[in-house]
Structures are given as structure tokens and as C-alpha cells.
């Protein structure tokens, strides 16, 4: 590859390796979500007449939705970046066959 633009893998790698660790701190926050639920009677009567337990439920649905799409989105962020290093590794040796092939041939 030309020294003018250089991909360095190793640096793709490392930040794949950063970001899923990230989404498996996100992941850990939406199992403390699903454990974090109240059932029926935790409110008494007065938390059942006023639906609080069912409102602050939907609350916990909705936050942890939210942080499952995020966490989503992370391991799909990282997948894409082990893609190109995979991708740009290939094209390096694809290249130093090529020129040692055509080394070769001047030789």
C-alpha cells in the first residue's frame, strides 16, 4: 500500500475490542432494567388504584427498549470495524503478493 495513506489494523482492532467491552456494560445496565420491574402489590391499594405500578413499568419497558437499541447499534458498530480490518488486511496481502510477484518478473 502507498506510504501516503496507511490503514493501521491493529488501531481498528483496538477499537473494537474497546467498544464491545461498552456494549457489554450496556448489556449488564438492561439486565439490572429487566430485574428492576415492580410486581402488582409492591404499591399496596393505593399504588393499584392509581396505576402507578403498571405506568412505572412501561417506564422501565421504554427505557430498557432504549438501551437494548443502543446496545444493538454498538455490536453492530464493532462487527463493522472487525469487517474492515479483516477487509483491509486482505487488500495488504493482496498487494505485497502482487508486488513481490511482479518483483519477480523485473528480476
Not at 42 to 54: E, P, Q, S, Y
Amino acid at each position: 500500500m502507498s506510504e501516503e495513506y496507511r490503514v493501521h489494523r491493529q488501531s481498528l482492532q483496538d477499537a473494537s475490542k474497546y467498544i464491545l467491552d461498552a456494549a457489554q456494560e450496556w448489556q449488564q445496565i438492561t439486565a439490572t432494567l429487566a430485574n428492576a420491574k415492580l410486581s402488582e402489590n409492591d404499591l399496596g391499594v393505593i399504588g393499584k388504584k392509581a396505576n402507578i405500578v403498571a405506568r412505572y413499568n412501561g417506564g422501565v419497558d421504554a427505557v430498557w427498549r432504549s438501551i437494548n437499541d443502543g446496545m444493538n447499534n454498538i455490536i453492530l458498530m464493532q462487527l463493522a470495524l472487525d469487517a474492515v480490518a479483516a477487509c483491509y488486511g486482505l487488500a495488504e496481502e493482496d498487494a505485497r503478493k502482487t508486488i513481490d510477484s511482479l518483483r519477480k518478473v523485473i528480476e
